[in-house]
T-cell receptor, first 114, second 109 residues
């Protein structure tokens, strides 16, 4: 059974640009959550999608957005990149909405903003 | 007061030692209590979860929750070099997980 796949694994972007990250959940999983991981703040919840609907959103500015497609694949977008957006972005999938007891994480996308 | 507090370490122990990892939390609404392990350059993986006060054992790992003190622990018995990783406590709050910042553990052979 394939795990959660995130692409790309690494990205380097310039301040002011925008970026789109992709997450393919485990087959059959309809919930996808996104997290930002930094050395200073640790893992922080960005948002969660279930059946193409955003169910929950963390405390991040509107520059961070996401969506989910009918096949449960999800993308997150960050516009007007800032240096502080440099982080590991992780997605997790589960069968039930936001069920942390069976959440499986991908390996993450390492974003560096220069 | 921070919602979750976890000592970042690093924690270095010899192989075979008993390891104790701890978190405190302030939000009484947390529903599930979890421990994740994260190896370098990997995503976190769920080790154990529980929803009530008391102990839960799985092989060499024991999770302990004390809701009255808002304190959770993870014990690792007979620690192995393969246990070297960052351990994150996590709490279910609605559909989001709230994580501690993680404790880095190094087990030397």
């Amino acid at each position: 059974k394939a795990g959660v796949t995130q692409t790309p694994r690494y990205l380097i972007k310039t301040r002011g640009q925008q970026v789109t990250l992709s997450c393919s959940p485990i087959s059959g999983h309809r919930s996808v959550s996104w997290y930002q991981q930094t050395p200073g703040q640790g893992l922080q919840f960005l948002f969660e999608y279930f059946s193409e609907t955003q169910r929950n959103k963390g405390n991040f500015p509107g520059r961070f957005s996401g969506r989910q497609f009918s096949n449960s694949r999800s993308e997150m977008n960050v516009s007007t990149l800032e240096l502080g957006d440099s982080a590991l972005y992780l997605c997790a999938s589960s069968t039930q909405t936001g069920d942390g007891t069976e959440a499986f994480f991908g390996q993450g996308t390492r974003l560096t903003v220069v | 007061q921070k919602e979750v507090e976890q000592d970042p370490g690093p924690l270095s122990v010899p192989e075979g030692a008993i390891v104790s990892l701890n978190c405190t939390y302030s939000n009484s609404a947390f529903q599930y209590f979890m421990w994740y392990r994260q190896y370098s350059r990997k995503g976190p993986e769920l080790l154990m979860y529980t929803y009530s006060s008391g102990n839960k054992e799985d092989g060499r790992f024991t999770a302990q929750v004390d809701k009255s003190s808002k304190y959770i622990s993870l014990f690792i018995r007979d620690s192995q070099p393969s246990d070297s990783a960052t351990y994150l406590c996590a709490f279910q709050a609605g559909t989001a997980l709230i994580f501690g910042k993680g404790t880095t553990l190094s087990v030397s052979s």
